[in-house]
Each structure stands twice: as structure tokens, then as C-alpha cells.
């Protein structure tokens, strides 16, 4: 096994990974989430509505001379290789074993989430690099008992949370290790102290912003996450289901059934990797219970895991090894299959349902250019929508040339709501009002004959065919003040 898992091949491994998600980062449209982060690098704050604000960041520094596609994700293809070091620099600080630094590496790169998807620029991209850091010289401070590994730790920590506030759960994951092995004088130290308020000076313009805006955004990700009524077990299965699908179809349960066992093993390298995996992981299965949640919030917890998995298979016999390998070549097909498929169309989801053909995710990459360049050619100076997805992609493929708004009356709020709407709404140049028409709901969200003066009678249409279905379709109505 050696032969295949060492330093050279998982160096050709990630390189090869690494071409992958560039040539996917160039060559697909946004998202419409990442269209949305972009127009927030575009309006520079110390805090967003929806997330902390580093994703903003990392895109201002790698689009200060283009705004292409590529140039948007390029910190997360950057973020993906930082951590392919971090995870065999950790493994190797670990156990010393180059057979499961590779398998670690190659199996966190392997992952469907990973190999196709993280290419895409989410707040997890900053989220994962800077929690795994953080990770990294905790276990580094745990080893050799040298309290000044605090500072970067907590550095990084505070990284983490100006990427996304659930970098938290690090702390609960961090707090059952203590309690295990009963490390209480480790608060003695005062670097732990000037940790926590490294993190905290870090975070801080996050509360600060949060303070002027009434609480917001915590309040917001606050009830995203946990604003059902009643309990839904099927939503627990779901979850499972879905980090499976993520991870590893083959690994993800024998995985987890294995860090339970190294949480109770008493073995402190066990424990430590159980404890920081665990505590996110069950964190969403229990907020599963109330609502669903998104399938990639728990990567971050898979820098640890990863090694879990990699360390349990390598370290048994033939069979396990077999399957561990196995299992790696099933999750790159499966990528490979999915990233062709969102470039190329391969599979003909309409010869097998055109429901399905209509909902697949991979759709969201397709028809908001043209939608733009519809409404450039027409001379629309600004546009209206119901939603900040929208709203933002037209301002992205019009070069932000067309202004846009997202009025929340019929949507979820969003950063738009606090940025206003932009003077020229107010002007006499041709404007939009932009809606998507979904199966149960033929006419505008609303009226809006309370926000423009002049309405055309005309009501235009425009369609996003995919799989030779129609898979969104909206209606424009031009306006004017």
C-alpha cells in the first residue's frame, strides 16, 4: 500500500485535483450565492446581513484585476491546496506515518464536495482553511505543552469566526478533550487568555457592525438555522443521507461509528480527533430535528475526520485497505461524472424525468448570463426582483452595469436591504421589474404599482432551457420613474 499512498503520488493527486477545479472554476457560470458574495466585494464592510465577512475579502484580493469566473473562486482553489499541507503536516505531527498523511490527503481531496464543488466560493471556503489551522497548533500546543502556540491558534481562530460565526462549535469539540483528560490547569496559562482575545479583537468589527444594525445578522443565522416548529426525525435521516453522498458513500458510517469509539478510547490523539469531528457533526444532527440542514455546513469538521477514516483503514488488514481504495476511486468517478455533467450535460436526466431533469442543482449554472445580455440589449438601467440570488447575477453578468435591487416583500431579507435602493431607481431611465414564475404562482410576486410610476401593459418572458426542459423561466415587466 505504500507504494501507492506516499508524498509523491498524493502530490500528483492534489495537482490533478487542483487542474480539475480550476478548469470547473473557469468554465461554469456562478452560482447565484457566489454572484451575491461578489457584489458584497464589490461594497467592502466589516459585516454582512447573511455571514461574517471574510468570503468578501477573499474575493476582493483575487479580482482586483479581473472580474471573471475564475478569478472570483481563485482563493478557494488557493484555500483547497494551503490545507492539502496543513492535513499531512498535522497527520505526520500525529502519528508520524507518511501512509496515512497520503491516505488522509487523497481521501479529503477524493470527496464529492471537495473534488467538484469546492471550487465554488462559499463562506465554508475560509471557514474550512482557517478552522483547520487553528486545528493544527492547538494539537500542536497539546503535544509539547508550549503555551505560545496559543497566539496563532488563536489568530486563526478569530479568522475562522470572521468567515462564518459556526466556527464556534470548535470550542465544545476542544471543551470534551479537557474534561476527558481533566486539563484544567491548562487555564493557569495566560496565553490561553491572549489567545481569546486575539480571536476576540479579530471578531470584533463582526459585533461592532452587528451593534449599529440592531443584531441582524445573529439574529437571522440564529432562526436560519433553528426556525422550524415541532421536531422531524426524517430531517435526521436526511442529513445522514446527504454527508454520505458528501463524504463517502462507503466510508461515512463506518467513520463515524469508529470516532465514537475513539472518543471513550482514552488515547489523547483518538480523542482529540473524535471530539473536534464529533461536536459539529452531531450539532447539525441535532439541529436537524428542527430544520434541515444545508448538506455542506458540516465540512469543516471533515479536516479531522478524514484522518479518522484514513487512519482506521490503513492501520487494519488487506480487506480494509482494499475498501479504503476503493472507496477513493468510487468518490473520484462519481466527482469526475458530476463535473462533466454540470459542464457538458452527459447524463439525460429527461429521458428519465423532467421533474428531476428540472430540479437537479447543477441547473444553477446555466441562463443568467443571457438573461443579462437580454436586458443590456434592451437598455435596462436597473432592475427589481424578489430575490437577492437574482438581482445579484444580473449585476454580475452586466459587468455591474445594470443596477440592481431585491425587494424583500415577497423573499427572505438580504444585504440589499441595508445597502437601500440605488438613486438611479429614482431617476427617468428605463429600469425592470424581474421576477421568476414558479408552477403555482403565474403572476408578479406583488403588485407594484406603489413603487414605479410608469408600468408597461407589455410583459415580456424569458426562459432557461436545460435538458430540452424549461428549468426557470421569468417574466419582465418594464418600469420607470
Known sequence: MEKILNLKNTVIFVFVAIIWKIFLAGTLFLHPDEAYYWLWSKHLELSYYDHAPMIAYFIKLTTIFSDSELAVRFSAIIAMAVLSVVIWKFVIKLFGSELIASASVILLHSMPIIFSASFIMTPDTPLFLFLSITTFFIWKFIETENGNYWYPAGLFFGLALLSKYTAVLLLPGLAVYIIVFKKYYWFKKYQIYLSLLIACVCFFPVVYWNYQNGWISFAYQLGHGLSSSGYKINYVFDYLGSQMLIFSIILFLPTLVVSFGYLFSKDPKKVFLASVSLSTILFYCFTALKKSPEANW??????????????????????????????????????????????????????????????????????????????????????????????????????????????????????????????????????????EVFDDNKSAPYGINELFRHISKEIDEFEIIRHGVIVRQFKIEKVSN
Do not use: C, R
Open 298 to 435: 458540516p465540512v469543516p469538521a471533515y479536516f479531522t475526520f478524514a484522518v479518522i477514516s484514513a487512519k482506521y483503514f490503513m492501520e487494519g488488514g488487506k480487506a480494509k485497505k482494499i475498501l479504503f481504495i476503493s472507496a477513493v476511486i468510487f468518490n473520484v468517478a462519481v466527482s469526475v461524472i458530476a463535473g462533466l455533467h454540470a459542464k457538458f450535460t452527459i447524463i439525460p436526466l429527461e429521458k428519465i424525468s423532467k421533474n428531476i431533469a428540472k430540479a437537479e442543482a447543477t441547473n444553477w449554472f446555466y441562463g443568467y448570463d443571457k438573461l443579462a445580455d437580454k436586458l443590456t440589449a434592451e437598455n435596462i438601467k436597473y432592475v427589481l426582483t424578489p430575490s437577492h440570488q437574482t438581482s445579484s447575477e444580473i449585476a454580475f453578468y452586466s459587468k455591474n452595469k445594470i443596477k440592481t435591487f431585491a425587494d424583500s416583500k415577497s423573499s427572505k431579507k438580504s444585504q440589499y436591504d441595508i445597502w437601500g435602493k440605488p438613486e438611479i431607481f429614482n431617476s427617468n431611465e428605463q429600469g425592470a421589474f424581474v421576477y
